[in-house]
């Protein structure tokens, strides 16, 4: 994935205004302007705590990683600094325990040029971080981590050098009980940029990435039972930075979009877990590369955001109907992001934070999305 770096930071005030119907509700489909956070940063990790507050860590700013954490409470809307990571880690992986803490694993240094094997747990009821004692087996960013059926944490690929120009196919697990990582087997691929889901079944579907320093189509499943890989039919696309959203009601998974040629950029696809198959769906209206993507508490995937095939940042957006397999567009965010978060909260509403546009601005602004 190509870094581009800034020399300046350009901090974006949202001035998005409220969209009302004629009833006077809030219209659905659009975006209003929440409290910014109190750090631009980009390629940060969010993740939804017990609480329904989410945790934002990390990331990076024009000059160099950031080493802070803050909390956004739906309730008031407003951000309230946390303790402060250990590590500035950017492209890092975060996953929240069953415990409810928690953790935050590798990622890159500034100007990502090494990787990190460092993880650490935040908890909830104190603020605080705490390194973990033992670190990963391979320094990795831009990998995936999923939590298990089992409790424990999957963590797999990634790019070990500067623009992932290699890549590792190893994967390991952290044990939460024991505080431990173990070395689990190795995928088929090394590949970073991927995306990693978790079927009804409890095995991991893996898919796309950089692999070999090129755009792959590949994918392949993790057995956590014997804790094998094995390869599954390759997508009709070649995805990178691309997203994977998991329907509970059909076990499906939903690839859309991510790097390489034009029709990659906004094709998108459907893996059948019981046939191990893909099929074609409706391509995205706006083709996109590191884009984001969560499924809405309606069923629908709200897409949003990312970069064209100019390689220019967009605010557009877009829901996908799993039902008709086809895209409309929706509400347009206020500012055009790449390498945002983007997190569903338990009200419904979607919150974008941060990101940067690719060229010379990173952002602290937040906007809510209203299905």
């Known amino acids: 994935m190509q870094r581009i770096r800034t020399v300046t930071v350009l901090v974006t005030l949202l001035t998005a205004s409220l969209v009302f119907s004629a009833a006077g509700a809030l219209a659905q489909g659009t975006w209003t302007g929440t409290n910014s956070m109190t750090a631009a940063r980009s390629g940060q990790t969010a993740t939804l705590l017990a609480s329904g507050k ?4 990390g990331g990076e700013n024009s000059i160099a990683n950031v080493r802070t954490a803050e909390l956004y409470n739906p309730s008031t809307g407003s951000w309230a600094v946390t303790g402060n990571p250990n590590v500035a880690r950017a492209l890092a992986s975060a996953v929240r ?39 990963m087996g391979t320094a990795r960013f831009s990998f995936t981590a ?66 070999s320093s090129a755009d792959t189509n590949t994918a392949e499943l993790y057995n956590p039972t014997i804790g094998t890989w094995t390869s599954v039919g390759n997508m009709h696309y070649t995805h990178s930075g691309h997203i994977a959203v998991f329907f509970p009601s059909t076990g499906k998974v939903l690839v859309a979009g991510g790097g390489g040629p034009a029709d990659t950029l906004a094709g998108a696809e459907l893996y059948n877990p019981s046939t191990k198959t893909w099929s074609i769906t409706g391509t995205l209206r706006t083709g996109r590369d590191d884009l984001s993507a969560v499924l809405l ?49 338990t009200n419904g509403q979607a919150l974008a934070a941060g990101g940067t546009d690719g060229v010379n601005a990173f952002y602290s602004s937040a906007e809510l999305y209203h299905p």
């Open 54 to 57: 989410v945790l934002v860590a």
């Open 97 to 135: 325990l069953t415990n409810g803490k928690v953790l935050a694993a590798g990622g890159c240094n500034t100007d990502c040029l090494g990787a990190l094997s460092s993880s650490e747990l935040y908890d909830p009821s104190t603020g605080r971080w705490t390194l973990i004692a033992q670190r």
């Open 146 to 211: 999923t939590l298990l059926t089992n409790g424990k944490v999957l963590v797999a690929g990634g790019c070990t050098a500067t623009n992932c120009t290699i890549e590792t196919n190893r994967a390991e697990l952290y044990n939460p009980a024991t505080g431990t990582w173990t070395a689990t087997g190795s995928m088929k691929f090394g590949r970073g940029n991927h995306t990693a889901t978790r079927l009804s079944n409890g095995m991991v579907l893996v898919a796309g990435g950089i692999s």
């Open 297 to 345: 508490q309606n069923g629908k995937v709200l897409v949003a955001g990312g970069a064209n095939l100019a390689s220019i940042a967009v605010k557009s957006a877009e829901l996908y109907n799993p039902t008709t397999g086809t895209w409309t567009p929706t509400g347009s965010m206020a500012t055009a992001r790449i390498e945002f978060s983007l997190t569903l909260l």
